[in-house]
């Protein structure tokens, strides 16, 4: 049964990049852009909507981690992203969160 925009709202949580970092080696990861309803981008992926994914990634809108996103990170590791898991995917959206 696929989650609700209610249930999946009510799952957004926030973590720090260190502790994000680990679902990176199994490629689990998606950058959902800031401009994109994070809770929308769950509902999409847990729909498996293709085309509008499929045009979010055309767009630059979802994706994979850069190498100078990771780089940036792995620098302020208290770098805090807002997530949402859609297994096996973790969504994470910069929000320009930190520590303090």
């Known amino acids: 049964m696929t989650p609700t925009r209610e249930e ?16 990176l080696e199994r490629g689990g990861l998606i950058v ?3 401009e994109l309803d994070l809770v929308e981008a769950g509902v999409r992926v847990a729909n498996d909507d293709s085309a509008t994914i499929g045009s979010w990634i055309e767009a630059g809108k979802l994706a994979k981690p850069s190498a100078e ?9 208290e770098k805090k992203f807002r997530m949402l898991i859609i297994s096996p995917y973790i969504l994470i959206q910069d929000e320009g969160l930190t520590v303090g």
């Open 32 to 34: 959902v852009d800031r």
């Open 8 to 23: 999946l709202a009510a799952t957004v949580d926030v973590a720090e990049w260190r502790l994000l970092r680990g679902h």
């Open 69 to 77: 996103q990771i780089a940036e990170w792995d620098a302020a590791d």
